[in-house]
């Protein structure tokens, strides 16, 4: 569903990245797109293939989903405010969810995990049994499904926001990868979460009330936190010269790996000469390694002219081909 919830307080669909948590947005990010909405500066519109997708997909992935767990999609529903759909606020907190879908659940309703259909009940018991309301997920992913899937940031911290703003004890995250497959995976509200939401939540607005920025604790959130130039050198702490160290030796290792590389890729392309394949096998070992040293080649293109005097803007380009310049390693798994 699209957001509906304030941009200048925490939602469930940015708490991930507010905790640290998502490898597609910064604390920095989130908390800098809050104040920029505070001072009417509009982001930038998100141009994204996959959510543009996963957003079409959203209400299909749902009645899939729902199906496999037995449950009747045509009992789901969101969240209305006056009449219009919106964002749910969580009675304590400044935290705010835009539902997917919701499920009441009338009579208990029992779900056992079953691998082989897709459906993960994320508990030690491998089964739940569902009541009352429930909030659901959708997400839809060209990547390929991993054995620790969902990863927190895909749904599992937004669940949790969800539950906590509905006082719900379910959430179903349902999970489409590249349309071919469906996943259910169950999750309980869980105490330690709730606790560390609520703490997060609470850190979120205290920064906003003060002005202030969380301490950096990557790269990318370093490079954010300094932006202004000061020209003047300074004289680091002693206790640092470990780092300056290690990046240079780190510096150094890449310099003589390569080197290393090169060397021994002039031994394989010698040997393969004019061959773009080829296999070695470890006479100790037995392990296999194919070795790929490949041509590329380049398509004719046409000349360009301009339409309306013919004259030629750029000459035609004839089919060409060229060897890679590196050769490429790979080892066969038994």
Not at 16 to 21: D, E, H, N, V
Not at 112 to 135: F, P, T
Not at 273 to 285: F, L, M, Q, Y
Not at 299 to 322: D, G, W, Y
């Amino acid at each position: 569903m699209a957001k509906l919830s304030p941009p200048n307080h925490l939602s469930g669909s940015v708490l991930a990245g507010w905790m640290g948590l998502s490898k597609w947005q910064t604390a920095y990010e989130v908390i800098e797109t809050a104040r920029n909405a505070e001072a009417g500066i509009e982001p930038a519109p998100l141009d994204s293939l996959a959510a543009d997708v996963g957003t079409v997909a959203e209400p299909v992935i749902l009645a899939h989903g729902l199906r496999l767990l037995g449950l009747d999609p045509d009992r789901m529903f969101n969240y209305h405010q006056d009449g219009q759909l919106a964002a749910k606020k969580h009675k304590d907190l400044e935290l705010y969810y835009s539902d997917d879908g919701l499920y009441q659940v009338e009579q208990p309703v029992t779900i056992y995990s079953n691998e082989s259909q897709g459906i993960y009940v994320m508990n030690q018991a491998g089964q739940v049994e569902l009541d009352g309301l429930v909030i659901l997920e959708s997400k839809f992913t060209a990547m390929s499904k991993k054995p620790d899937d969902p990863p927190l940031y895909r749904g599992p911290i937004q669940l949790q926001a969800g539950m906590m703003c509905h006082q719900a004890k379910y959430g179903i995250l349902f999970t489409c990868y590249f349309g071919r497959q469906l996943t259910a995976h169950i999750f309980e509200l869980h105490d330690k979460t709730v606790q560390r939401i609520t703490e997060e939540v609470s850190r979120f607005e205290q920064h906003m009330s003060d002005g202030t920025w969380p301490d950096p604790v990557t790269v990318d959130e370093m490079v954010q936190h300094f932006r202004e130039e000061a020209e003047s050198e300074i004289e680091l702490d002693p206790d640092l010269v470990d780092s300056a160290l290690s990046i240079d030796d780190a510096n150094q290792a890449i310099k003589d790996n390569q080197a290393m590389k090169d060397l021994h890729s002039q031994s394989l392309m010698a040997a393969m000469g004019n061959h773009s394949k080829a296999r070695v096998i470890d006479p100790e070992t037995g392990v296999e390694y194919k070795v790929s040293w490949p041509f590329r080649k380049t398509r004719s293109k046409p000349a360009e002219h301009c339409p309306s005097c013919n004259h030629e803007l750029k000459a035609a380009v004839p089919e060409s081909e060229a060897r890679q310049k590196t050769v490429t390693v790979r080892k066969v798994k038994k």
